[in-house]
């Protein structure tokens, strides 16, 4: 029995590869291998669909298909399986155990030959590499599959790496450069009649002309994702256009225009059961009302979002939401209570290896303990966040400036305390300049098709 316990418990972190017991034909008898590799990759599908509703299910219907794989043996079958599994993990926060998985895949995938599958486990490795901040990394695997890519002649795979690798380069605030990329992933979208890609494509150049600053060419794309999506019925990417319609109204200190779009994308991401979508609909509705001095109706909104990343098992956004919650009780006045909700958001982001998350903590941090006169504490955050940033961004090249806001603030606190505390208090830039990093990486994970998920 005890044996038994350690197995279980064991089980739960290691890689189906690793779990025991996937060799036998337990529930299927003597069902021929054709009917096996159809009910597995049922299955398969199965976990598909149920990645952003029910990713416990998911992770079960996962484990069993790759069970069922192994029996005919299927490697590749096997490979999709695992990178399956790593995808629900990833989601739910287990960046390393995905990532163990995605190198299993890989194994398996490079023993069927099969380089379209390795490619897709580059994409999604990529994705942990910039999540941690480890953008050259990241960097080096989607060039990998881009390499691959174009020696296989693989149109769509092509526009795919395109995407992703402007996603890098948006994170970094080289914004001409992600431009190129997206302009280029979409003009091959286009050549192919991809709706899908093409969509992907005009709203990610629509996020990158938002930080450009250029509204009217953002609006314009996306407005054409928009207007594809509502042609072939593509509900999702309607959802996230929308949010996305809706920040460039926020940058343009329209909070009216976009607080509709928002409560536009929550309906459509809630009639879809869109769980981790509609999370992130309801902290954007929140950031609304919080900048307009509703700290009581933002936090109703953060608390909903965080209940819905609780029970999806979201392991960062559940830390965006409690420092989130955090910020806004310190401007609330309830600097104590906002510092334990911001710790724990902080403990979760440090536990997975959430360098932006941190970031946007240190950044809480700093409010809070400055609302409180700590001022020695509060430098210590400022100094923390603005170290973050200079790490994640060297050249201060995210295109915010948020650091060098920052400076004349530090450096007025050797003179004057209490000027620096006022100064820090009328800067939200320190906050939405995270927010619209993270704003990005969250809406680049959702995208059916960037991170070929």
């Known amino acids: 029995m005890k044996i038994t316990c350690i197995l279980l418990i064991l089980g739960l972190t290691l890689p189906f590869h690793s779990l025991p017991g996937v060799t036998h034909r337990a529930g299927y008898g003597n069902m021929p291998y054709d009917s096996l590799v159809r009910h597995a990759e049922r299955l398969l599908n199965d976990s598909r669909q149920l990645r952003n509703t029910d990713r416990e299910t998911a992770r079960e219907l996962a484990a069993e298909a790759y069970r069922l794989f192994s029996l005919c043996p299927d490697t590749s079958g096997m490979a999709y399986a695992l990178k399956e599994a790593g995808i629900l993990d990833y989601l739910t926060g287990n960046p390393p155990q995905a990532y163990r998985n995605y190198e299993e895949a890989i194994r398996l995938f490079r023993l069927a030959g099969d380089s379209a599958g390795m490619s897709a486990c580059f994409h999604n490795m990529a994705l942990v590499h910039q999540d941690q901040g480890q953008l050259d990394s990241a960097l080096f695997l989607l060039k990998t599959s881009l390499e691959s890519d174009r020696r296989r002649n693989d149109t769509a795979g092509i526009a795919g790496s395109c995407n992703a690798i402007g996603n890098i380069f948006f994170i970094m605030g080289d914004y001409e450069q992600a431009?190129?990329?997206?302009?280029?992933?979409?003009?091959?979208?286009?050549?192919?009649?991809?709706?899908?890609?093409?969509?992907?494509?005009?709203?990610n150049l629509g996020m990158t002309y938002r930080m450009l600053e250029r509204y009217d060419m953002a609006l314009e794309c996306i407005d054409k994702a928009l207007a594809m999506a509502g042609q072939n019925g593509d509900k999702y990417s309607l959802g996230v256009g929308l949010l996305n319609r809706g920040q460039v109204f926020h940058a343009r200190n329209m909070p009216d225009s976009a607080l509709s779009l928002y409560q536009h994308s929550l309906s459509i991401r809630s009639e879809l059961d869109d769980v981790e979508g509609t999370g992130i609909c309801l902290r954007m509705i929140g950031t609304v009302y919080e900048e307009a001095g509703a700290f009581t109706a933002a936090n109703e909104m953060y608390f909903s979002a965080l209940k819905l990343s609780e029970e999806l098992g979201h392991r960062r956004l559940t830390a965006d939401y409690l420092i989130r919650i955090g910020h806004n009780l310190a401007q609330m006045g309830h600097a104590i209570k906002a510092i334990r909700y911001i710790g724990q958001g902080c403990s979760i982001a440090q536990w997975i290896g959430a360098p932006y998350e941190m970031m946007q903590g240190y950044s809480a941090f700093t409010l809070a303990w400055a609302s409180l006169g700590k001022t020695d504490s509060a430098e210590r955050y400022i100094g923390l966040y603005a170290r973050q940033w200079a790490r994640l961004f060297p050249n201060d090249s995210a295109g915010t400036g948020t650091q060098k806001r920052n400076e004349?603030?530090?450096?007025?606190?050797?003179?004057?305390?209490?000027?620096?505390?006022n100064n820090f208090r009328c800067y939200p830039e320190v906050i939405s300049g995270i927010l619209a990093i993270t704003a990005?990486?969250?809406?680049?994970?959702?995208?059916?098709g960037t991170g070929r998920l």
């Open 440 to 448: 990005f990486l969250l809406a680049i994970r959702l995208l059916s």
């Open 408 to 421: 004349p603030i530090i450096k007025s606190s050797e003179g004057n305390r209490k000027v620096w505390i």
């Open 179 to 203: 431009l190129g990329l997206y302009l280029e992933s979409l003009s091959i979208s286009r050549g192919t009649g991809n709706a899908s890609a093409i969509t992907d494509a005009l709203l």
